[in-house]
């Protein structure tokens, strides 16, 4: 037993050698493969070792041997930049978790991070590291690695705590130091800053970079003298953007100093922040500017200075406002107080500004309030000033001079002072004049009785007076308004002011509205005595001198006041003409007669008289017995003038002439051809009526009968019902009980809708209507007259239904009205007002050819006032604009300038500095749009849009602070206008984007 013990013995002994020696030959081959893929590694030939290193990995059995076969893979990784060298070091630690080089994994890998200057990676490695396994010799490395990445990442306050471990390091001390400094130099801590850079400063490595930042630091604390001479010494070893650097402290010691001509040229080599300067870079050399009195160059820094809202940008605005002062630019001045006005970092400099702001205001007007608002806000805001009573002075005058009369109005309310009192019968006065000229004859009548409860200054007093007057006249209300001329005429302070000189012609005029010819008559002449100079007033005032005598039966005296108006010949000539043929003939001169209207007839072969001309002279020559003549001028009537107000009439007198001669057959056809194309008119009753007694005559009564079945008009059996109903209503409409008379025209027409009263009934009922304002009850009543063939009434009609359709914008109603108005109006007045509606009928349905078709018609007659004048020139100006023919625009604006008022002279100032600018000439158009602001600044909309060419002009000039100021107040002070706000927002955007380019202060969308 013992001897097979000893067998087996050696027999394990034996296998158990063979399979160490087997292993020891593996295990030798490994670690030769090991070392070759290390030296390749120290080689740094790390994908080839990479390789090798995974191949030995995956064939080895040795646990160590993979362990450190992995950590170097992931280390080659690393090196390689692959992009899973991260994950591989972590699966190392995770898989070798007491692998000795685990912490050297990650110290190696962050100091590779480190050495290739790629800090967030260096640093979130060095934080994975174990302090204490670091040998010693090692941790000064660590320290300030560590410490300088997260310098790197802007963990200034962890970089200290590591930095400052190695302060006292020989190897890393220096740096150390530097860096503590430097952080200390950026978080503003220069005592610090200067302790650590003093440590340094001996050292080669440091001393040209520190000489910057001890000129920079000695800045910032203070020491003006030895900033400039530690960075004059540094100036010529520096490269191009420190110089530029060193220029700005030079620059700004000088400034601080107060040595302003020193501080220029240094402040101007500054290049600025990435070739961008800021708004106190700017400041600063447009203060030194300013202090040498250089103000045109103070200007050209201060003004580009955009979005400014701290002190620096207050008190660069209130230096830019005084600059602008010195060169006589108060538009400009007054953008910058009003600006630095806005902004409370110094109280002084805003009540500064703020008096500065006012008192320009008063001087040029203001764009953005009303003056009077400017000044009383200042005196709000500032109760107690020394400068009280001056503004309080300029506030009561402004409410005048301001010229923006509603606003003051509300402003004056409840101030009871003298001077405001004063001051309030003045403006109630001009508010009053505004609105008469823009035909708002109510709310101006208003406004003259308010400024007459207060007759403080008795020139006024009588101005108000007169206006009032010539108010009440074009309210039709005539009794007043003769009242109001004659107590304007007993007035002291009448007889020098501009309105007496046309006294006696407005109370001639409101006589003659009275129907009270002989003082109308009396007036005209004094007038005419009086006024030989104004050709066109004296010829209007001779013919109705003419008029008067005329409707009094004065005839020789209509007949020499007529003749003396065809002698001025400047206008209604042919209209004397016709009345002096017409007196003629009730003076007997049947003979005359007959050859002034053959004179007429032939000589005015335009005027709208001469179908009336052609009927009174075929009527005379019934009267001469001459009826072959008169028949031949019926016909000619009839066939030159279809649709004359006097065919039915010739037509009917034809018949008449035949009926008289015994012609029935032919007079029947003449009085059915009017019962046929006139029904229901005057003219087709009485045709009718004689009809009936022919054919009672001829004993025909039962084909009349048969006959006037045809006309629905006709109710015979009705006539004297139909007679007694419409003269109830006729009744209370002449005794002006207007109530009653409509009811009865309604009560009439509806008995007898086609009765033989009934378009005189229509016609009365639409009057009465339209006087109470009831304009929709009177529009089927005028339309009913309108349709109706053309009748006595008919003019007037399509007059009052167009002013319907006009005052409710039914443009497309009223067009067709006016087309025919035109064509078919005896009166000239009525012609002119159909095309003057034309135009703007067309325009308003932007048919824009055919309103400056219309335009030019309205101007084409000479004897245009100024209102319809200005109104054609501006329907040419507006159609041109829409239609792009801005040549055209332009004239016709700029002959709309020379006669408008209010709204429509605010639109025509507007387009000339808008074209102005259009042209290049920036100055004269920013003049333009000033006196828009201060003469018009009640119209709001051309304000601001005048603003937004100064805005544009003020660039072109190279003044980019007033462009966008003015600007980005038109955007805040008019939210109503959206076009025009839309087109400030894109203009400043435009503006501060182009800015942005050399500003860094200036924030655009896209900051």
Known sequence: MHTVKHVIIAVLLLINTAVFAQKSAVYTTDLQEYQKALTLYNNQQYKAAQSLFEDIKYETEDATIKSDCAYYIANCAVRLNQNNADDLITEFVEEYPTSTKRNTAYLDVADYYFENSKYPYARKWYDKVEENSIARSERGRYNFNFGYSLYATGSEEQANKYLNRVINSKEYGSQAKYYIGFMAYEGDDYDTANEYFDQVSDNEKYKEKLSYYKADLNFKLGKFEEAIELAEAQYP?????EKSELSKIIGESYFNLEKYEEAIPHLQAYKGKGGKWNNTDYYQLGYAHYKQNDFEKAISEFNKIIDGNNSVAQNAYYHLGESYINLDKKQEALNAFRNASQMDFDEKIQEDAWLNYAKISYEIGNPYQSVPQVLAGYLDKYPNTNYREEVETLLIDSYITSKNYKEALELLKGKNSFENKV?????????????YNETQYSEALDMFEKSLKEPRDPEFVAKATFWKAETDYNLTNYNEALIGFKQFNGLAEASGLPENDNLNYNLAYTYFKLKDYSQASNYFEKFINKNSGDKLRQNDAYLRLADGYFVSSQYQKAINAYNKAININEIETDYAAFQKAMSQGYLGKTASKISELNTFINGYSKSALRDDAMYELANSYVKQNESDKAMQMYDRLNNEYSRSAFTSKALLRQGLVYYNGNDNERALGKFKKVAQDFPASGEAVQAVSTARLIYIDLGRVDEYARWVK???????????LDNTMYLAAEKPYLDNDTDNAIRQFNKYLNQFPN????LKSHFYL???YYKKDLFENAQPHYKAVVDASKNEYTEQA??????IYLNNKNWSQAIPVLKRLESEADYPQNVLYAQSNLMNAYFQTDRFNEAESYAEKVLSNLKLDNKVKSDAQLIIARSAIKTGNEDKAQ?????????ATG????????????FKNKEGNYKASNAIIQKLAKDYSSYKYYSAKGLVVMAKNFYALGDAFQATYILESVISNFPDFDDVVNEAKLELNSIKAQEARTNSSIETDDN
């Open 891 to 899: 004239k016709a604006y700029a002959d709309v300038q020379k006669i």
């Open 423 to 435: 001051a309030y019968q003045k403006v109630a006065f001009f508010r009053g004049v505004e609105l």
């Open 755 to 758: 009765g033989i009263h009934a």
């Open 710 to 720: 045809t006309l629905d008009y006709v109710e015979v059996t009705d006539v004297e």
């Open 237 to 241: 070893k520096s490269y191009a953007q």
């Open 798 to 803: 399509m007059v009052k239904l167009c002013e």
């Open 903 to 914: 709204s429509v002279a605010a639109e025509a100032l507007y387009y000339n500095g808008y």
């Open 766 to 768: 639409a009057q009465l």
